[in-house]
C-alpha cells in the first residue's frame, strides 16, 4: 500500500485514526472542504487525492459515460453520513475507512468500513442476511417487498387451453410445472449473439427436458449466466427458477405473444429477481458464483496513522453503464421486480423497495444506502404508488427509448409489461403505446440533448405509426405543462375563464385496425366497435367560434382507407396552412436537425415547428389542432401522401392563427393518419 503525505488541501480535512474527529457528535468545524480544481488534484502524490480522482466524472447522469471532467472543475468533498462524497462522483458512490473488521459495535453506525479484499467466491450466507432482513423489516406478502406467490390460474387461456406456467426445478434439473402459490426466483440477463447453439425450450423437447437431470444432461448448450443463475438459487435454499428460454416454449408464436404482454407478472411475482449485468451475453455467468471466479482488487490508501481508506462505487452508476442497461427487453424487468440481486462490475448488490445493500461494506447488515438517496430512487419508484398518472408514462418513455434492440420491431412488445403495468395502475388502456387522452399523448417531441450516442436517433421506424412515440428512432419526451395539466372538454369551458393550466380537446377518436375494423377510441383507451366518424361528433365538443368554421372535402373516404400492419387514427379537426422559415440550428441540436418557424399571412411568428426528423426544404405546413390553451394551440405539422397523412412535426401556435393563417382558411378536415 503506498505511503505518501497528504497535499496541502487535504491536510484541512482533520482525518485521524477511525475518522473519530469527524464522527465525534462535539463535532462542529466544516463538514465541505475544496480540494482545487479537477487538473490540479490529479497531477498530486497525496493518497486522499489518488481515491478522489477516479471518482470523478463529468456525466450529469450515470446513463452518461464516465468520463473525467475537464481540468478546471473544482472539486469539492463533503462528509456526509458516513462517508466522503462528491458532486461531481455517481451519486451514491463514496470514499470510506478500509479494514477487514470483524467487531459488531454500535460505532458502525457512524460511518461506511468497505472490504480490503474479496474472496474469489461469494460469501452466500451474507445475501441470505440481507433477504432475511427485508423479510423482517418490509412487511408480509403483498407488501412492497414481498409479493403474493404466483398463482398460475392468473394467465391467460387461448380457447380451452390455459397456458401453462413452467419453472426450473434446480434440485431435480429439469422443467416442471409450477405448483400453486409457487415461490421463484427469476432471471433477468442480456441473450446477446451467443456463441453456437444453445438450449431453448420448444413444443418438440418440452417432454425431455421435464424428466429429471434433463438440464444436467445437457449443460453444455445452456449459457453459463443460467447455469450460476441455477446455482445462486440453490445457494439460497430456494427451489425454483424462471428463465425466459427455458420456461416459454420458443417455437408457439401465440404463447410468446400471450405472455410477452403479461411479462410484469413473471417478474413482480418472483421473490427475487437475479440481475445478471456482468458481461456482454448470456455466456458470461456471475462472477464470483462458483465455478466461475473473480479477481478483484481494491484501491486502498494510507491518509495517516490509523487510517485505511477505500472507495465503493455505487450500483447505480455500474449497472446503467453496463450492456444490460443499455438493452431494451431488460428495463421492464428491472423496475418492475420488487427485489433485485445484481451481479454487475465482479461484485454483488442487493435492493428491495426500502434498502440498498453491497458486500463491498464490511458489516453486510448495513444498507448501503436508503433507497430516497440513490441515483435510481426516480427510476426505480416509477411503480411503487398505488396509481399511475402521465408523468409515470413520460418517465417510463423517457428512460425507454435510450436503450437498443436487436429488432426495431420490438419496440412495443419490449415494453409491453411496463405498460401493462401503466394501466393496471392508471385505469388506463394503451393504443399503440399512447395512453388517453390521446390529445395529450400525441404531443411527444424529439428530445434534443437526453439522448444516447450508440442509438441511430434519425428518421421513422418501420413498420410502426408516425402518430406513436414507436413510429421514431428518436427518444421522445413530453414538455412539463403536458406531464401535469388536467384534460378537459373544449366546450365546457366559458371563453372568458382563465385556464391556462388546462388543456381543452374536442376530438372524437376512431382507428382502422389491421383487419379493416373501425372502432371509436374511449376516453379510458378502450376500443368500441363505431361507425365512420363525422364531422358533427367533434364539432359539438368544440366552443362555438369552431363550430361555425367550414367542413373542408375530404382528400380520402374513411371507408376505403387500405389495410396496414398497423392501425391507422381516423379523426375531424381544424386543418391550417402557414408558410414556413428555416430557423438556424442551435449549438447542442442533432446534425442535420432543422426547425422552422411557423409564420401566418402577414409574416409574423406563430410558433417554432420542433420537427421530427429531417426533412426537405419547405415553404408551407400543413397543421392539424389537437388541443388549445387559453393562449395556444396545440397542433401536429402533417404531410400528405395518397390522401393518408403522417406526422412531421409538433408546434404551440399562437390564439390569434385562425384569423391570420393562409388561405383557404381554418376548415374541419377529415384526417387519416398513419
Known amino acids: 500500500m503506498p505511503s505518501l503525505s497528504l497535499c496541502k488541501q487535504c491536510s484541512q480535512i482533520p482525518f485521524d485514526a477511525e475518522l473519530k474527529t469527524l464522527r465525534s457528535e462535539e463535532y462542529s468545524g466544516p463538514t465541505s472542504w475544496s480540494l482545487g480544481t479537477f487538473g490540479e488534484l490529479r497531477a498530486r502524490n497525496c493518497p486522499f487525492c489518488e481515491l478522489v480522482a477516479p471518482m470523478c466524472t463529468s456525466g450529469k447522469s450515470s446513463w452518461d459515460a464516465f468520463t473525467p471532467p475537464g481540468d478546471s472543475k473544482v472539486v469539492v468533498v463533503e462528509w456526509s453520513s458516513g462517508s466522503f462524497k462528491a458532486a461531481c462522483f455517481d451519486l451514491g458512490s463514496c470514499i470510506c475507512i478500509s479494514g477487514d473488521l ?18 474469489e467466491f461469494i460469501a452466500f450466507e451474507n445475501i441470505r442476511r440481507w433477504i432475511s432482513m427485508c423479510d423482517q423489516e418490509h412487511g408480509t406478502y403483498g407488501s412492497e417487498c414481498r409479493p403474493t406467490p404466483f398463482n398460475p ?16 426445478d434446480v434440485n431435480k434439473m429439469c422443467i416442471v410445472y409450477a405448483p400453486l402459490q409457487c415461490k421463484y426466483v427469476a432471471l433477468s440477463y442480456v441473450w446477446g449473439a451467443g456463441k453456437g447453439s444453445r438450449l431453448v425450450l420448444t413444443s418438440q423437447n418440452e417432454e425431455t427436458l421435464m424428466q429429471p437431470e434433463a438440464l444436467t444432461n445437457a449443460q453444455a448448450l445452456i449459457p453459463n449466466t443460467i447455469l450460476d443463475a441455477i446455482t445462486v438459487v440453490r445457494k439460497l435454499e430456494e427451489k425454483y427458477l424462471w428463465v425466459d428460454s427455458l420456461c416459454l416454449a420458443q417455437d408457439d408464436t401465440v404463447e410468446l405473444q400471450e405472455c410477452v404482454a403479461i411479462m410484469d407478472l413473471f417478474y413482480e411475482m418472483a421473490v427475487l429477481t437475479i440481475v445478471a449485468a456482468d458481461g456482454e451475453d448470456a455466456w458470461a455467468g456471475l462472477r464470483g458464483v462458483e465455478p466461475t471466479p473473480r479477481q478483484l482488487n481494491q ?16 450500483m447505480d452508476g455500474l449497472l446503467r453503464r453496463s450492456t ?71 418517465t417510463i418513455l423517457m428512460y425507454y427509448m435510450l436503450r437498443k434492440l436487436s429488432y426495431e420491431s420490438d419496440i412495443l412488445r419490449a415494453a409491453q409489461g411496463m405498460l401493462r403495468k401503466f394501466s393496471v395502475l392508471s385505469g388506463l388502456h394503451c393504443f399503440e403505446g399512447l395512453p388517453p387522452p390521446l390529445e395529450r399523448s400525441l404531443l411527444f417531441e424529439k428530445s434534443l440533448y437526453f439522448t444516447n450516442p450508440g442509438l441511430n436517433n434519425f428518421g421513422r421506424r418501420e413498420g410502426c405509426p408516425s402518430y406513436s412515440w414507436t413510429g421514431w428512432k428518436s427518444p421522445s419526451v413530453y414538455s412539463h405543462f403536458l406531464e401535469v395539466s388536467d384534460i378537459c372538454n373544449d366546450k ?4 372568458n375563464s382563465q385556464t391556462n393550466s388546462v388543456l381543452r380537446g374536442w376530438i372524437i377518436w376512431h382507428c382502422k385496425l389491421e383487419d379493416g375494423n373501425l372502432y371509436r377510441i374511449s376516453n379510458t383507451g378502450r376500443l368500441r366497435k363505431s361507425l365512420l366518424p363525422k364531422p358533427e361528433d367533434s364539432k359539438r365538443n368544440a ?20 389495410d396496414s400492419s398497423y392501425p391507422f387514427l381516423l379523426f375531424w379537426t381544424i386543418c391550417i396552412n402557414l408558410r414556413l422559415t428555416r430557423e438556424s440550428q442551435a449549438k447542442g441540436f442533432m446534425p442535420g436537425i432543422v426547425n422552422y418557424h411557423a409564420m401566418d399571412r402577414f409574416g409574423k411568428s406563430c410558433g417554432t415547428v420542433k420537427m421530427d426528423t429531417i426533412v426537405p426544404e419547405m415553404a408551407e405546413g400543413k397543421f392539424v389542432l ?4 387559453d393562449d395556444n394551440f ?16 409538433i408546434v404551440q401556435l399562437s390564439k390569434s392563427v385562425l384569423d391570420r393563417c393562409l388561405p383557404p382558411g381554418p376548415r374541419w378536415k377529415a384526417i387519416t393518419l398513419r
Open 299 to 314: 484501491r486502498v490508501r494510507k491518509i495517516v496513522p490509523g487510517l485505511n481508506m477505500t472507495t465503493i462505487k455505487d
Open 634 to 649: 396545440w397542433a401536429l405539422m402533417l404531410v400528405w401522401e395518397d390522401g393518408v397523412a403522417e406526422r412531421r412535426g
Open 492 to 495: 365546457a369551458v366559458d371563453d
Open 626 to 629: 389537437l388541443a388549445a390553451t
Open 324 to 394: 444490460y442497461s443499455s438493452r431494451a427487453w431488460t428495463m421492464q424487468e428491472e423496475i418492475i421486480s420488487p427485489r433485485l440481486l445484481v451481479f454487475v462490475d465482479g461484485q454483488v448488490y442487493f435492493r428491495c423497495g426500502h434498502s440498498h445493500y453491497s458486500e463491498a461494506l464490511n458489516w453486510p447488515g448495513k444498507p448501503l444506502h436508503d433507497l430516497l438517496n440513490s441515483v435510481g430512487s426516480l427510476y426505480y419508484t416509477i411503480f411503487s404508488m398505488s396509481e399511475a398518472s402521465f408523468r409515470t408514462f413520460s
Open 153 to 168: 390460474a392468473i394467465l391467460p387461456r387461448i380457447g380451452k387451453r390455459q397456458l401453462d406456467f413452467r419453472v426450473i
Open 102 to 119: 470483524d467487531d459488531r459495535n454500535a460505532n458502525y453506525a457512524t460511518a461506511y468500513y468497505a472490504r480490503t479484499t474479496f474472496d
Open 543 to 562: 366552443r362555438r367560434k369552431f363550430q361555425g368554421i367550414q367542413v373542408a372535402a375530404s382528400d380520402i373516404e374513411f371507408g376505403i382507407v387500405s
